[in-house]
């Protein structure tokens, strides 16, 4: 009995460490303090998912998770038509530079964004949120207002309910029905990622060795990391993010200056606060940012 006590966890860790899946993404730039995950959740077109019918593929959820030496971890989102200048192709949409260049050319742009060396790339397919959820037996999701929404498939009762997978990814990728539209879709990913954190974190799958594995090839199975990038760093990314969506972390958004701003030349995009966004990602750095949500749309 203790020999399979012992033998279980290490192998289901072995097992599950040869199922992930790699893919060059870090720049190599020189670190900067704590840890910095990218999180990014990938939208492959021709696989049923054309809300907006762009070619190719985007990355419609872009969040930095950061683990300071000290201090709040912080889980931020940023807006994909954040504003940016994307290395080689010049100024356009955050979401455009993995179109054009995949996971390295994200990366490199939200570290030029940021100021924040990025230590871990983690992405998701959307298909893969759907598999996840139902491997959790659904989460508890809530919203506030009704949704019947054409483009996402949502249909929505004001109120809290527990979805299923594809009610789920519908959740998380509803805009258009969003009077916040890309800033208040953040919001909704960020619950279903928490959402579905606290469900793998049930002490009673302890004990249910077979959900276990149900729940890790689901997950596993829809991610792709870095070349770097472990099992026991994607458990210390699980810690961390639970860390950031407790009651002592911070969630939100980098300062935003205007949602419709227009440059010319790449459509209607979100812009960050010139002045306020550089001191905020140094707060991020080091850990001084007060728990609680950040940023958001400007105030009137």
């Known amino acids: 009995m203790l020999v399979l006590l012992l033998a279980w966890p290490i192998g289901l860790l072995v097992w599950a460490n040869g199922k992930i899946q790699h893919v060059d993404a870090l720049s190599g730039a020189a670190g900067t303090p704590g840890q910095t995950y990218l999180l990014a959740g990938s939208d492959a077109r021709g696989e049923g998912f054309s809300e907006d019918g762009t070619e190719g593929a985007r990355t419609d959820t872009i969040m930095i998770l950061h683990k300071p030496r000290s201090g709040p971890a912080s889980l931020i ?14 100024p356009a949409k955050l979401n455009a530079a993995y179109s054009w260049g995949g996971a390295p050319l994200l990366v490199q742009t939200v570290e030029g964004l940021t100021g ?5 790339y983690v992405e998701i397919g959307f298909g893969g949120v759907a598999g996840i959820v ?30 299923d997978g594809k009610t789920a990814l519908a959740f998380s990728r509803m805009r258009y029905a969003d009077a916040q539209g890309d800033i208040g879709r953040a919001e909704r990913q960020r619950q279903v990622i928490g959402a ?43 810690l961390a993010f639970r860390e950031a969506n407790g009651p002592e972390g911070v969630t939100g958004t980098p300062p935003i200056s205007n949602p419709d701003y227009r440059p010319g030349g790449v459509g ?20 001084t940012l007060p728990a609680g949500v950040v940023g958001g749309l400007p105030q009137q």
């Open 196 to 238: 579905v954190s606290k469900e793998a974190a049930d002490t009673s799958l302890l004990v249910q060795p077979w959900s276990q594995v149900s729940l890790l090839d689901a997950g596993l199975a829809s991610l792709v990391v870095d070349e770097k990038t472990g099992i026991v760093d994607l458990g210390r990314l699980v």
């Open 77 to 90: 989102s940023l807006p994909r038509d954040t504003f940016a200048e994307i290395p080689g192709k010049g």
């Open 116 to 120: 924040l060396t990025v230590d871990h």
């Open 268 to 287: 209607s995009t979100v812009q960050l606060d010139p002045d306020l966004s550089p001191a905020f990602w140094t707060d991020v750095r080091d850990g």
């Open 134 to 163: 139902d491997a959790v037996g659904g989460v508890e999701l809530c919203l506030d207002y009704d949704v019947d929404d054409a483009r996402s498939e949502l249909v929505w009762t004001a109120g809290c309910h527990v979805a």
